[in-house]
């Protein structure tokens, strides 16, 4: 009878099955699946609806008489319902079938006046007022709404997969730690593999939301026949996932060693405050900052702003062709420092019971 022999798995085959138990673990879990099809739902949702508001909406409705009419139709921005005379005009006012009457007017300067109800119709007026010639010295190549809209997208996106995948890191961490599960996967894992197994498994997990954020925006954006603002945001999206996976393995490893400091649950909240506001800064720079060429091109390339900062240049086509590659190279770089750093202070945290681990131990071991 021959004795069985096992063959200890290498390193990368570690690191795999504990990745592989992080996503089954996340898979398995009825709230990330529901809450991922929510976001994903609500994302195909937010876009189909904006479309059907905005192809649905009617132009305003404008009484016009003799003269009057040719000179409204010429806006081609209302819809002109003729009227005999200035009577009928406003009798169509006061019955509500049109927002207000135009009728001609020799001493006005644009050659007609308007007649509405009992709020002056700013936006009749605006129409049909004489502006001044306008020179731009510096036009903008997009609409400054869709510029708030791809900014706002950005920053939520990336504010909810690095914040909650993040949480779900530091919360396994934990409860690993506070349940001595963490010396049993020690006696057989090394604890930088784990470490590893846990980025990488988390980390596919938020690539993958991203990914199909970004596959069923496109869809949606093709399918509604919004081919030219799926080819204005399409190259900056790209590269907001890309920019996304780089910067989200370098949270992870933050959120890991912040959560191998503590032993309780209850820590976890203090420990994580500046990993969380390294997160939120970025969320509300890109949108309050999203029209201000300083506060992004800095954004581009400090590290935890990169994901946010330089896609949304490309969206502006403020960034040269070599930037992101500069700006990815950079992000790279410093993650795999912060790993490093995150892969001692996990290790030398893990064991260590009771009150929270000063990081400075931590680093010292």
Known sequence: MTTPTFTTPGALATVWLVAEREIRMRLRSKAFVISTAILLLGVLASIVIGNI??????????????????????????????????????????????????????????????????????????????????ELLDPLDQNPFLIYLVSFGFGIAFFMSALSFGQIIAQSVVEEKQTRIVEILMATVPTRLLLAG??????????GQIAGIAAIAGIALLATGQDIVLAEVGPSLVWFVIFFAAGFVMLAGLYSAAAALVSRTEDLGSALTPVTMLVMIPYFAVIFFNDNPLVLGIMSYVPFAAPVGMPMRVFLGSALWWEPLLSLAILIATTVVVILIGARVYSNGLLRMGGQVKLRDALKG
């Open 53 to 134: 508001v905005t192809s649905s909406a009617e132009p305003t409705k404008v009484a016009a008489v003799g003269s009057a009419i040719s000179i409204v139709e010429k806006t081609e921005q209302f819809t002109v319902v003729e009227a005999d005379d200035r009577a009928a005009a406003e009798q169509l006012v006061r019955d509500g079938d049109v927002e207000a009457a135009v009728i001609a007017d020799d001493s006005s300067p644009t050659g007609v006046a308007v007649i509405a109800l009992e709020d002056a119709p700013g936006g009749v007026l605006s129409t049909l007022s004489i502006s001044p010639s306008l």
């Open 198 to 207: 846990k980025i990488l498994g988390n980390s596919l997990l938020a690539f």
